[in-house]
């Protein structure tokens, strides 16, 4: 059972936006992640070996919302609010605690925009405030034109094999689910894409893993692909470095040398790798004609 807890505050103001998520403000109403992804970057003892055993609900976390989205409303501070940046908005415990869909009604109340960032399919039930949000949100000077709407949804894959999915991300929607999801979106006429974050080096970073990743993804007609390399932290039996070495030795043992020696002394590939991993998706963007960003 996930602990319940209360925080002082709930809606965070990012120091500047970000150009691949465009967060002006982001929320987390549950505190770690049942999903479980060993490659998390929030990874450590801080939440433990298991992320769903220190998993809390943030039980005052509408009645904050509430407060702080009328000041800023008041002020005309309006923004996309980013759902969620350190866990996901879906968890199977918000069936039950249903924070982020409450959150959601408050958000479309005081009409700011939103991105939704999830692993989960649960985001289907809430199309209905979703469709509120995208016709009536008021956005940002700069974004009127550029962006024109007030939902965008991102889907974060890092594979389309869901016996993969289930080696890295154990305890989050199967990849094929995930895609349905997307299809789904795209199909109620969202601005919806994909969060290609982080391929796996040698996994689901090959050509042939590519091919099905773009080929699946311009297929449902993604409006965006935004890929990213994996980094890894620690060395404690917590953190990501050493639970993602300890998966590529069991399940992928012929890969462990290549591993040893990128992430051994350093966090982050080399850069010859970024080099020829940057390349290789302005390529694929390119011959499969999905840009690499929300906004061109």
């Excluded at 415990?93 to 009409?111: D, G, N, P, S, V």
């Excluded at 591993?259 to 080399?270: A, C, G, H, V, W």
């Amino acid at each position: 059972m996930p602990r319940e807890i209360q925080v002082t505050s709930i809606l965070n103001k990012t120091k500047r936006r970000d150009p691949w998520f465009l967060d002006d403000y982001t929320i987390n109403l549950y505190s770690s992640c049942s999903f479980n992804c060993l490659y998390c970057y929030i990874r450590g003892s801080k939440y433990g070996h298991n992320l769903e055993t220190s998993l809390s609900v943030k039980t005052n976390a509408i009645e904050l919302l509430d407060r702080q989205l009328y000041n800023r409303a008041k002020k005309g501070q309006y923004g996309i609010i980013v759902v969620s940046s350190a866990t996901d908005p879906y968890l199977q415990i918000e069936k039950k605690y249903e924070l982020t869909r409450q959150a959601l009604q408050l958000i479309a109340k005081y009409r700011f925009p939103v991105h939704i960032i999830t692993k989960s399919d649960l985001v289907n039930r809430d199309y209905d405030i979703l469709h509120q949000i995208d016709k009536t949100a008021i956005l940002p000077d700069d974004l009127k034109k550029p962006l024109g709407r007030g939902v965008i949804i991102s889907y974060s894959f890092s594979t389309l094999e869901d016996s993969i999915g289930a080696i890295f991300e154990p305890g989050a929607t199967a990849p094929s689910l995930r895609l349905q999801s997307l299809e789904s979106t795209l199909q109620e006429g969202f601005l919806s894409g994909v969060s290609m974050m982080p391929l796996l080096p040698f996994i689901s970073d090959t050509t042939a893993h590519l091919d099905v990743l773009f080929t699946a993804f311009k297929t449902v007609k993604a409006h965006y692909v935004m890929p990213a390399s994996i980094t890894l932290f620690g060395s404690g039996k917590a953190d990501s470095k050493t639970l993602i070495l300890k998966a590529i030795q069991k399940h992928f043992p012929e890969l462990e040398a290549r591993y040893q020696t990128y992430f051994q002394d350093s966090s982050e590939l080399p850069a010859y790798y970024k080099t020829a991993f940057e390349k290789k998706m302005k390529s694929l963007s390119q011959e499969y004609d999905i840009r690499q960003r929300i906004l061109i």
